[in-house]
């Protein structure tokens, strides 16, 4: 088992850069998931995944086999019943939520917002006063990956609690690394999966849900089966397994990808990041390019960078030339923009980042 794999350097916004010991947790004894010994490791997956971000007394992690968009879409089709919800749409997250909503005939309302500034909390706080339904839920996307801009979750949670209203974070790329507070967020739903800042392997989105919030929801008609979250939820409560098949041995490698975030902690991680941000920010900025989203409203955890003003640039030429070198970079997501975006997560270090910038001046210099 000490054979090494070789080691890539993933520079997309997950699935990140993972520690072999969490690439080996995969290979395990053939296992039947309905089994008592996996039924206690999934109990310890949900207790600890909601440690991290709330006391598992009042707040529940419900797991789903899927990728991110799974526990979106299993929150979005399961909480909200015939009042409104308000969807906070400031990237292509926030997007895909109406996208959701729209097929499943939510009442929503879409409220848009730039992808690059603070969102504006008393457009918001109008929109719910002028709403002619009630307002029962908002949604909103904690770190736009689109950008990188990081929402003012707990500015937004103060207003809900204000109108009573239910709040649900995508916190798909934060999780794990900024830091959250579901209960003094006034956070009732979260969304989240395995393979971004957690550093596990892609396969398990999960939910973590107020336990009061999701006990209420059982009287809303399904609207799906398989991800619906009440049942889901109750069945592991009562069962400890899952309703369908788990992906088995990705919950083994997120198990240990849990043991890993608990020693480094949370702060930790983040500070991690952070470092490497601004090792990043520091080196794209001497080789001359510019990047969206204001350090103040910055995640620091993805950053999206206009493309360098040359003819003879090309996205697929940069992305072949990192990828030989074992770095993988990705596309930009902003449709009137030329850009491309560097994620910084995952178990990678300096010295990846170091790697990286003397390859980006490398090319640059070879099209100049
Ligand atoms: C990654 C991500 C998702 C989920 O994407 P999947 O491809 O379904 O894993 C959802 N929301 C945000 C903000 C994300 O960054």
């Not at 299993?74 to 939520?97: C, E, H, P, W």
């Not at 956070?187 to 971004?196: E, Q, R, T, V």
């Not at 009562?238 to 902690?265: D, M």
Request: hydrophobic share 40%; aromatic share 10%; proline share 3%.
């Amino acid at each position: 088992m000490t054979k090494t794999i070789e080691r890539k350097i993933l520079l997309n916004p997950g699935p990140a850069t993972t520690t072999d010991t969490v690439k080996y947790a995969q290979v395990v004894p053939d296992i039947c998931p309905r089994e008592k010994e996996f039924g206690d490791v999934m109990k310890f997956i949900c207790e600890e995944l909601t440690r991290f971000v709330a006391d598992p007394k009042g707040y529940a992690a419900v797991l789903l086999g899927g990728s991110g968009t799974a526990a979106v879409e299993a929150i979005l089709s399961s909480v909200v019943g015939q009042d409104t919800i308000i969807i906070i749409n400031n990237g292509s997250y926030g997007k895909r939520m109406c996208q959701i909503a729209e097929i499943y005939g939510l009442n929503f309302i879409e409220f848009k917002s730039s992808g690059y500034d603070a969102i504006n909390l008393e457009a918001l706080q109008d929109l719910i006063e002028n709403c002619k339904t009630r307002v029962s839920h908002i949604t909103v996307v904690h770190n736009e990956t689109t950008t990188g801009l990081l929402n003012d979750i707990k500015a937004i949670g103060v207003l809900c609690s204000k109108y009573s209203i239910d709040l649900i974070v995508d916190a798909m790329s934060s999780y794990g690394a900024v830091p959250i507070d579901m209960k003094e967020m006034n956070i009732s739903y979260l969304a989240s999966s395995s393979n971004k800042n957690i550093q596990g392997i892609p396969g398990v989105s999960f939910v973590i849900a107020n336990k009061q919030k999701i006990e209420s929801i059982k009287e809303i008609k399904p609207r799906n089966f398989y991800l619906n979250l009440y049942m889901q939820y109750k069945y592991f409560l009562e069962n400890s397994q899952t309703r369908f098949t788990p992906p088995v041995q990705t919950l083994y490698a997120l198990k240990q990808a849990i043991i890993e975030l608990q020693n480094e902690g949370i702060e930790k991680r983040y500070e991690r990041y952070s470092n490497l941000w601004e090792r990043l920010i520091e080196g794209i900025t001497r080789l001359g390019l510019k990047y969206l989203v204001d350090r103040k409203n910055h995640s620091k955890i993805i950053t999206t960078i206009v493309e360098p003003q040359c003819d003879k640039y090309d996205f697929d030429e940069m992305h072949d030339y990192f990828y030989k070198a074992g770095i993988t970079i990705y596309p930009g997501k902003i449709n009137n923009m030329k850009t491309f975006r560097i994620a910084n997560i995952g178990d990678i270090c300096e010295k990846d980042i170091d790697l990286f910038l003397s390859l980006l001046e490398g090319y640059l210099k070879s099209i100049a």
